[in-house]
Structures are given as structure tokens and as C-alpha cells.
């Protein structure tokens, strides 16, 4: 199943990619660049099942970020069917962990946030946006577990919760289900689409400028500076990546661009 929206990197994180090799982040943003990175890659995850696994007949939108009331949340994935929206939360938790008076702990004790409490609010807040835009069909939300290293001890079977072992009896279910799409359905995809936020207020970015960063191009592939130019072609050292020549320096172009969208590119 194709998706009607694709989902893109975060413009935040691909920035933190490039200021983890050209800086030291401070502990605090190397973290979260960490976790921003894990939860990506656990979208991706999902999108990968729904690729393979869905086949029938719905609008798939990734990787949303709305707003209502002045309140800006965002919503993973939701799956447009003719009589349901499935919006989903996709965690990438790997190792053990436990349920317990209505919150999970890693198994040292550590308390992590609930998912089931960030799902309420985006459930209520896309509920309420739909309406306002008139469109009125039920919502059944869930939690996604994807990575398969993951267990949750004592979880309620009455949570909406989902595992990696259960998706794919998950995905046969709505493969067996009725859904026959109209224009209407369409018109709601499209309207999320044109709600959709390309800017996410949820920065947090270090500090940084052009003097503190380490310079010269790095590999496409292992990210490191270890480049030699041979002939036409870019060559790794560490890895053995070859990149057309022309192609590496564009790619620092639009790199250094990112980094710096005020900055005039010149040439020494």
C-alpha cells in the first residue's frame, strides 16, 4: 500500500545528523538527537509493514503535524478507510518493561511517559479539528510497539495497545474489512494534507555557527571526512563509498545550506 502522504526525515534531525559530525553536541542534544533519530527509524518500521501488509482500500497519510485551538500536535500515521480513521503512535522501545497503575517502567524502575496519554489528547484535538472542517467519522486509535525486542510485562488487554508479534494478524483484520472510498474520503485526505504544518515548533537545536563546525565534505554513507577525490569520483576510506565527484560537492552545498539558509554559499 502506497501512501498518499509520505513521510520525510525532520528537517530538525537531519540537522542534528550534520552537527553530530562537525561538533561535539552537548550531552542534553545528543540525547535527543538520539531518541529523535530511534522514534524515525521506528516510523519507518511501520511504514514498511503497511507497505507489504495493507492491501486494502484506504488513503495512508504519514507523519502529520496540525494544529487546533492554538494547540500543535502530531499524529504518526493515519489510515483513512471508508468507515474508520485508524491514527496511530509509533514507539520504538526496545528491552523490558512493565505496566503498572496505569504507567510503564523500564525493569530498573526508570518511569517513562505513558503513550496512552499522548494518544487521549491527539485523539480528542483530531477529533474536534475534523469537525470543525465537517467531517464526522469514527475514530479507533492505537499504539504502536514496533520494534520486536520490545516487552511490555502486566500490559491490560483492554489498552489499545499493539505489539510487533500481532501486526500481522492486525493487518489481515483490516484487509478483511469493507471500506469503499468516495470523493469525500479524498476531500478529507486532501484537506489534512493542506493542514498539514511543514514547520514543527518543537525545535531544540544547540547553538552553533560557521566557526565552531569541523570543515570538508563527508561520506554519504559511514558520515565520515576520511574522502579522497580519485579521478571523477569521491572515494571513502573508512567504508569504500564511491560518489560521483560533482554529486558529493552538491550534496555539501545543500548541506551547508541547511545548516545556514542566511548564509550566502561563495566560493574561496
Same mark, same amino acid.
Given at each position: 500500500m502506497k501512501a498518499y502522504k509520505t513521510r520525510e526525515e525532520p528537517k530538525q534531525l537531519q540537522?542534528?545528523?550534520l552537527l553530530d559530525v562537525r561538533m561535539e553536541l552537548p550531552e542534553d542534544k545528543k540525547r535527543y538527537y538520539l531518541s529523535l533519530k530511534k522514534?524515525?527509524?521506528g516510523e519507518r518500521m511501520f511504514d514498511q509493514q503497511i507497505e507489504e501488509k495493507l492491501h486494502n482500500n484506504c488513503y495512508v497519510l504519514n507523519d502529520l503535524l496540525l494544529q487546533f485551538n492554538n494547540t500543535t500536535f502530531q499524529i504518526d500515521t493515519?489510515?483513512?478507510?471508508?468507515?474508520?480513521? *485508524?491514527p496511530f503512535e509509533v514507539k520504538n522501545y526496545e528491552g523490558d518493561y512493565y505496566y503498572e497503575n496505569d504507567k510503564i517502567?523500564?525493569?530498573s524502575g526508570r518511569e517513562i511517559g505513558n503513550?496512552?496519554?499522548q494518544l487521549a489528547k491527539t485523539e480528542s484535538l483530531f *477529533?474536534?479539528?475534523?469537525?470543525?472542517?465537517?467531517f464526522s467519522l469514527p475514530i479507533s486509535a492505537n499504539v504502536v510497539f514496533i520494534n520486536p525486542e520490545f516487552s511490555l510485562y502486566q500490559a491490560p488487554l483492554n489498552k489499545p495497545f499493539l505489539f510487533?508479534?500481532?501486526l500481522n494478524r492486525f493487518f489481515n483484520q483490516l484487509n478483511e474489512q469493507p471500506s469503499k472510498l468516495t470523493d469525500m474520503h479524498k476531500q478529507l485526505a486532501n484537506k489534512l494534507v493542506s493542514l498539514h504544518l511543514n514547520e514543527s515548533p518543537f525545535q531544540q537545536l544547540p547553538t552553533y555557527r560557521y566557526d565552531m563546525l569541523k570543515k570538508g565534505i563527508i561520506c554519504a554513507t559511514c558520515r565520515s571526512f576520511a574522502l579522497v577525490f580519485i579521478g571523477r569520483n569521491c572515494v571513502c576510506k573508512e567504508c569504500g563509498h564511491v560518489e560521483n565527484a560533482r554529486a558529493a560537492i552538491l550534496r555539501?552545498?545543500?548541506?551547508?545550506?541547511?545548516l545556514f539558509p542566511d548564509r550566502k554559499v561563495t566560493t574561496v
Open positions: 540537522i542534528l545528523e522514534g524515525y527509524e493515519v489510515l483513512i478507510f471508508g468507515n474508520m480513521l *485508524r517502567y523500564s525493569s503513550p496512552l496519554n *477529533r474536534n479539528l475534523l469537525h470543525s472542517h465537517g510487533h508479534s500481532q555539501s552545498i545543500w548541506e551547508y545550506k541547511l
